[in-house]
């Protein structure tokens, strides 16, 4: 019995990707290989360290009601705070750490050494945020401090959620980073598609968790819960990076010397060549097209008189049918490749754009349509995690998909107010939101048929010399 629950779980699991029996029985990712058992456990350390981040990072969301608890704080200072921070981090730190850990060697890998420097100073910043009213109380109490903080125009407690928070952000964006690139580092490409369906599974089911049962309880526990989930990150952060192994990499040749030689290799490789634009352009479409998404629920809610419960019912709605459709999902993409079923979802999400546009104007036809524009989004979703996989160089993975965060970026902070300015001067017209999509989807399909006609350069000698697969045990 126990064999054969063993057979329907590896069948489950690995579909027809690995034959049975005999040597076949295994999968290789660069100089690791995999048995099913093996897999198993890979797969269950990835998806446990997914679980616990997606707790983690939901926490700061939760600190806008304790800021709005304190009238010095200004909606300005919370916006800049909880969102633009963020983003600043992420366009100067991102280049620089997914450059430094690709070339990284150690006997650790070149991701884990990363992840186990910035998961303590994560939690002690998480579970410090929270602290910041008697933190500055504390700090107003000594002279030398109160001196220091009344050298700036911003209010103390402005200033300490401040630095906790960019604190925060700073040693965040390691793991941010290093954690997506440890995927592609260890899973075997045959399983890309399968296992970002899992990982939506589990990042659905942590944000439903985390909103159904912590929602209502964090303004009275706010302490308490970031000390909580800052602790079962850490711990299972660093047990992740213990438990899953990475394998030997080739060296990286480049030009050495000057103190600018790293910033001349990063721009040169990753914008010096047109192929290389094509697919951050692409890559960056599909961040573009949120760019107005901020206007849905207004849409909904103001122009077809949705109440906001049944707004978010119908999100949550769109959320279950994705955790059920995720695992079939992923299998699909394995099968066909990225790039079509990317190309699938964007003629689809084209389409249901279109028609969304044209005939949502009553709450039948927006429940309807709604719950079918998330199918086409879920795809594309899959699809592009794998499709960053196949297109970017293995041993420079992380430089590139960083050069495509800044393309995507840069358009967003361009767009999201060039967005808002056109929905004024047209009188408050939110359905743009609805159309808004496909346009970029359209523009996204356009670079893929370039792309498509545009074979991917010969694998390099780098590339080539890679040592023997070891077993995983």
């Not at 629950?5 to 590896?10: G, K, Q, V």
């Not at 290989?33 to 990072?57: H, I, K, S």
């Not at 704080?73 to 991102?94: D, G, K, M, Q, R």
């Not at 299998?331 to 979802?345: F, H, N, P, T």
Request: net charge positive.
């Amino acid at each position: 019995m126990r064999r054969f629950l063993a057979e329907r779980i590896s069948k489950w699991f690995c579909g027809d990707v690995i034959a049975p029996g005999g040597t076949q029985n295994v999968l290789t990712c660069g100089t690791l290989r995999y048995t099913p058992a093996t897999l198993v456990v890979l797969f269950g350390w990835l998806l446990w360290g997914d679980f616990t981040l997606t707790f983690m990072e939901s926490l700061p969301g939760l600190l806008v009601m304790q800021l709005k608890d304190h009238k010095e704080i200004s909606n300005e200072a919370i916006v800049i705070l909880l969102s633009t921070l963020a983003t600043v981090c992420n366009i100067v730190l991102n280049p620089v750490i997914s450059y430094s850990s690709d070339r990284h060697r150690s006997r650790w890998g070149r991701r884990r050494p990363f992840l186990m420097f910035a998961t303590p100073f994560v939690a002690l910043f998480l579970i410090t945020i929270p602290w910041s009213p008697e933190i500055t109380t504390g700090l107003l109490k000594l002279d030398w401090a109160r001196s220091i903080l009344s050298l700036f125009p911003l209010a103390p407690l402005v200033l300490v959620f401040g630095f906790l928070i960019v604190g925060f952000q700073v040693f965040n964006m390691f793991i941010c980073t290093t954690y997506f690139y440890l995927i592609p580092d260890t899973v075997p490409e045959p399983l890309i598609g399968r296992f970002y369906g899992l990982f939506r599974v589990f990042g659905l089911l942590a944000y439903i968790g985390f909103t159904w049962f912590l929602g209502g309880q964090a303004h009275q526990h706010m302490k308490l819960i970031f000390a909580l989930f800052a602790g079962l990150y850490a711990v299972s952060f660093i047990l992740m990076c213990v438990k899953v192994r990475e394998g030997d990499y080739p060296e990286i040749k480049e030009e050495h010397g000057r103190w600018y030689s790293p910033i001349k290799n990063y721009f040169g490789e990753c914008f010096g060549n047109l192929r290389n634009w094509v697919i951050f352009l692409a890559y960056a479409a599909i961040q573009w097209a949120s760019c107005a998404g901020v206007f849905t629920l207004l849409f909904y809610r103001d122009q077809i008189h949705l109440t906001e419960t049944e707004y978010f019912r119908l999100a949550s709605a769109s959320s279950v049918a994705c955790l059920l459709l995720s695992m079939p999902f992923g299998a699909l993409v394995d099968r066909l490749g990225s790039q079509k079923s990317l190309m699938i979802g964007l003629c689809s999400g084209i389409v249901i754009c279109l028609t969304s546009f044209l005939f949502i104007h009553s709450r039948t036809s927006a429940f309807i349509l709604g719950f079918m524009m998330q199918v086409p989004v879920f795809v594309i979703i899959l699809a592009l995690n794998k499709w960053t996989v196949d297109m970017y160089p293995r041993t420079q993975y992380g430089q590139y998909g960083s050069a495509g965060a800044i393309v995507g970026a840069v358009g967003i902070m361009l767009l999201g107010p060039l967005a808002g300015k056109l929905v004024d001067l047209l009188d408050n017209y939110y359905r743009l939101c609805l159309i808004a999509p496909g346009i970029f989807y359209a523009l996204c399909l356009v670079f893929n048929l370039i792309l498509f006609r545009w074979p991917k350069p010969g694998t390099s000698e780098a590339e080539v010399a890679v040592p023997i697969p070891e077993v995983v045990d």
